[in-house]
């Protein structure tokens, strides 16, 4: 089976994705509306959506330089 290799910080590992961040509407923004850490994130959404198997090496806190070097 193909492999969709992912790789990022917080949102791609499904860490960052429970956070509630008030709007200056007074609203709350996408992270109020995901509905678990158990259900599907973006990179197993597109997988099972295209047929590969996922590999997430995503990790939390990560910034841009790690994000490069892991993909090095």
Do not use: H
């Not at 499904?14 to 990179?43: A, E, H, M, S, T």
């Not at 997430?56 to 330089?65: H, M």
């Amino acid at each position: 089976m193909a492999k969709l290799w992912v790789f990022g910080d917080s949102l791609t590992a499904g860490n960052g994705c429970v956070v509630n961040i008030p709007l200056r509407d007074g609203g709350y923004d996408y992270y109020n509306q995901y509905k678990g850490l158990n259900d599907d994130i973006w990179p197993t959404i597109l997988a099972n959506k295209i047929g590969y198997e996922v590999v997430n090496l995503g990790k939390s806190g990560a910034c841009n330089d790690q994000i490069i070097d892991l993909i090095i």
